[in-house]
């Protein structure tokens, strides 16, 4: 009885995480085709007002967010083909966040119209840079230690 019980609960989860991970799946492309979207209409504007540079680093940062998102879809699929959830995605996002940050920055400090000396914040950009260099390091890490991983395994599966 409460083995059949604890059967349809598992199958019951098991549905319901399916029609989570689609639903997630339908948030991403959605998220990236109004990414998209929004990409295009900076590239539009930018050439309207003549001002390509300003509109290419801006539309840069969004295509970094196209980043993100394409990495997120590739992860889902990677899950629901596999059941397996990389680390490594998660490593890489902050990354790409973490460059979109430097990017878009000196953009928007420069566009402000501020004097630049005000809103420049040299601590505020150390801090991003060694962010970054720790969240390489620790990608790193982790890309090595998963292909060590997998090295090891297609040697067992040879002898």
Do not use: C
Request: aromatic fraction near 8%; hydrophobic fraction near 55%.
């Amino acid at each position: 009885m409460i083995a059949t019980f604890e059967d349809r609960l598992l199958i019951v989860l098991r549905a319901f995480n399916h029609l989570l991970h689609a639903f997630l799946a339908i948030a991403l492309v959605l998220a990236s085709l109004m990414v998209i979207w929004e990409f295009s209409v900076a590239v539009v504007h930018a050439v309207e007002m003549n001002n390509l540079a300003h509109g290419f680093l801006q539309s840069l940062g969004t295509l970094f967010i196209v980043w993100t998102l394409s990495s997120l879809i590739s992860a889902e699929i990677n899950y629901v083909q596999t059941g397996v959830f990389h680390v490594v995605v998660f490593i890489e996002v902050a990354m790409i966040t973490l460059l979109r940050q430097l990017i878009v920055e000196p953009v928007r400090t420069a566009t402000a119209g501020q004097n630049a000396e005000q809103l420049f914040n040299p601590l505020h950009y150390g801090l991003l840079l060694a962010s970054l260099l720790v969240i390489g390091i620790l990608h790193k890490l982790v890309t090595s230690s998963e292909k060590k991983t997998l090295d090891k395994e297609a040697a067992g599966n040879k002898g």
